[in-house]
């Protein structure tokens, strides 16, 4: 999925949540989770990063998307 840009994906390091993650969870596919990562990585950012943060507290207390 990550074709071209895999040396651009590996640059990002991996953490406890991510874009994908507040974006729908369990509830999309693995070729949209790929187009998520790299616009997290187009656009990050520590404005980006609070949003993450925040919509994953909200999404785990409520467990929308959780399976």
Partial sequence: EYNHRLTEF???KP???GYWQI??????GYPERAD???YYIDHQG????IKIVVNTI?????RKGAY
């Avoid at 909200?58 to 409520?62: A, D, Y």
């Fill in 36 to 38: 998520l990562e790299f």
């Fill in 46 to 49: 520590f404005k980006l990063d």
């Fill in 23 to 28: 974006c729908g969870r369990s509830d999309i």
């Fill in 58 to 62: 909200s999404l785990v207390v409520t």
């Fill in 10 to 12: 590996l640059t990002v």
């Fill in 15 to 17: 953490g406890v949540t």
